[in-house]
């Protein structure tokens, strides 16, 4: 009997990647010659010096992970990874060199490409990978996919017996509203700069410094509408879920200064993202993934930008959403958000 071999799958996010990891697994699962471990990444990182080869499945492979991917590469494993922070941007080519231009690209067995877009991407900028990459598609979407839809149902209906009828705000300010910002640090673009030795001139540097500036204004027209959310729509709730890198600070604070009765926070850390955006009435973010997952699971949603436009707007995402570059045009759409097309 031909011996199993034990595929090891890394879980960073709990509530955006445990449901499509999960069936990752269970796909696995039905070749029967594979096994499966999966737990949260530091958890699996820390068996790997205590067991057989195997195949490590990990998110992504930046400097950060050198010294785990080292240890893997000793004990002849073989690494798949998946970015799927790659999954929009708005410079792929940039994007890809910023996550994948670094020392551990090499130590990569198999490396999987969401579609056309970053696999031709990579193909020019890393073509001595090219060969070890292949299109597969990006699992927190799969999940999405109306066959799989009802995986959803249980925590769908829980949280609309929680909350009823509500709008989900996905907050995207990671850049100014970090929940880990230290105190040598001035934001994101000067610890690329003097952390990472990024030149000040790049295009890099002038995309991020871009998106700062970018969620600086998003943010001012987001206070200006949540301050009258109430008073707009007395028969209205939001529900605000930071992205996970965002400080919930931020928002409770804000919160709790206005006494807000129909604005709430998002603290539930286990549910996924994917089950409050299936139990939401209107979805709204800022140029962030959260969008196209809910374009998925065909819910109406707003792209709320900054007034003037800007070059780390993501063009598919403004292509399948309604686009409000003002607190006053996020409230239009709100009040006509039955005749918001879906596509």
């Known amino acids: 009997m031909k011996k199993k071999r034990t595929i090891y799958i890394t879980v960073e996010s709990v509530k955006r990647e445990l449901n499509s990891k999960i069936l990752l697994a269970l796909r696995s699962l039905k070749k029967k010659n594979y096994r499966v471990i999966i737990g949260q990444k530091g958890n699996v990182w820390s068996i790997f010096n205590k067991v057989n080869p195997g195949i490590a499945f990990i998110k992504s492979f930046g400097s950060k992970n050198t010294k785990i991917i080292d240890l893997l590469k000793i004990k002849n494993f073989k690494i798949v990874s998946n970015d799927e922070e790659v999954i929009l941007a708005w410079d792929m080519k940039e994007r890809l060199k910023y996550r994948m231009d670094n020392e551990n690209l090499d130590k990569i067995d198999l490396l999987l490409a969401v579609g056309n877009e970053d696999s031709n991407e990579i193909k020019e900028i890393f073509p001595h990978k090219f060969n070890d990459t292949e299109i597969v598609g990006n699992l927190r979407l799969e999940i999405l996919k109306k066959k799989y839809r009802s995986l959803l149902k249980e925590q769908t209906d829980k949280l609309k017996n ?10 995207q300010f990671g850049r100014i509203n970090h929940y880990l910002r230290e105190d040598h640090v001035i934001d994101f673009v000067y610890s690329r700069i003097v952390d990472d030795n990024i030149d000040p001139e790049s295009h890099h540097i002038k995309i991020v410094n871009e998106q700062i500036i970018m969620q600086r204004e998003i943010l001012f027209q ?5 301050n009258n959310f109430e ?4 028969d209205k709730k939001i529900l605000i879920s930071p992205h996970p890198v965002e400080s919930k600070m931020f928002w409770r604070n804000f919160i709790q200064k206005r006494k807000f009765k129909n604005i709430l926070l998002n603290d539930d850390i286990y549910t996924t993202t994917h089950a409050y955006i299936n139990a939401s009435s209107l979805v709204i973010s800022s140029n962030s993934t959260s969008l196209l997952e809910a374009y998925f699971l ?3 949603t707003i792209n709320f930008l900054a007034k003037y436009k800007s ?3 993501i063009k598919f995402l403004k292509d399948i959403c309604k686009v409000a570059r003002s607190a006053d045009e996020v409230n239009t759409l709100i009040e006509n958000s039955k005749n918001i097309n879906l596509n």
């Open 162 to 171: 929680k909350y009823g009828e509500f709008i989900l705000f996905t907050t």
């Open 222 to 226: 987001t206070i200006k509408f949540l």
């Open 231 to 234: 008073k707009k729509f007395p």
């Open 298 to 300: 065909e819910k109406h």
């Open 311 to 313: 070059a780390a707007e």
